[in-house]
């Protein structure tokens, strides 16, 4: 059995320091949080250098939506009939999928009303 890879901190940002990456917590690998996160985050750290408090608004504002998406996506995940549904929508509904694809690949913009429309009718 393998358990729950997600981690979270307290603080990503304060005082002398400014965690990025990983380091910063992470939701679950399954649906593509590792490079880009990183690479996003060194950008943020680097323009708030001496601002740990704009760099976590920065940082919130830049991941925040995707991470929303992610814990949509893990509680279909978890939940077997509901990824069944999803599955099959994904297979009779291909726009969507390329468009949920795009926004798991940080190719655009995530937002939540994909997966409304995924379900809906």
Sequence with gaps: MVGPLARRVRRRAGPG???VGDAAGFFDPFTGEG???ALRSAQLAIKYIDDPHGYSCARNG???AKERLTQVIQVFVQTPPLLELAVRRLNQRPAIAAELGNMLGDL?????GVVWRLLGP
């Design 17 to 19: 320091y400014l965690l």
């Design 35 to 37: 490079i880009f996160r």
């Design 62 to 64: 830049a991941f925040q």
């Design 108 to 112: 655009e913009p995530a937002h939540l």
